[in-house]
C-alpha cells in the first residue's frame, strides 16, 4: 500500500519531479500526477517555500557549509605556518 501523506510531503518539501516520484515508488505517473492535482501538490510546495520553516532550514545549511569552509581555511593557514 502506498503512503501517499509520505509521497506528497517528498514532493512539497523536496526538489523531486512527479517523473522522478514516479520512478523511485515505482508509481505511474498519470496517478502521481492525479493525486499532485487532486492534492494541490504544487500550491503546497509553493507555500512551503514561502514559509519562514524553509528560510530557516536553508540559511542553516548555508550557515553549516561556511562553518566548514571557516574551518577548512583555519586547517590551511595552521599548515602555512608550521
Known amino acids: 500500500m502506498r503512503d501517499w501523506y509520505e509521497i506528497e510531503r517528498e514532493y512539497v518539501e523536496g526538489n523531486s519531479t512527479y ?3 514516479s520512478k523511485n515508488h515505482g508509481i505511474p505517473l498519470s ?18 517555500r514561502g514559509s519562514e520553516l524553509y ?28
Open 55 to 82: 528560510q530557516m532550514d536553508r540559511v542553516d545549511k548555508k550557515t553549516a557549509i561556511i562553518n566548514g569552509l571557516n574551518r577548512i581555511i583555519d586547517a590551511i593557514e595552521e599548515l602555512q605556518i608550521k
Open 19 to 21: 517523473e522522478e516520484i
Open 31 to 48: 496517478s502521481v500526477k492525479k493525486h499532485g492535482s487532486n492534492k494541490d501538490w504544487r500550491l503546497k510546495r509553493q507555500r512551503y
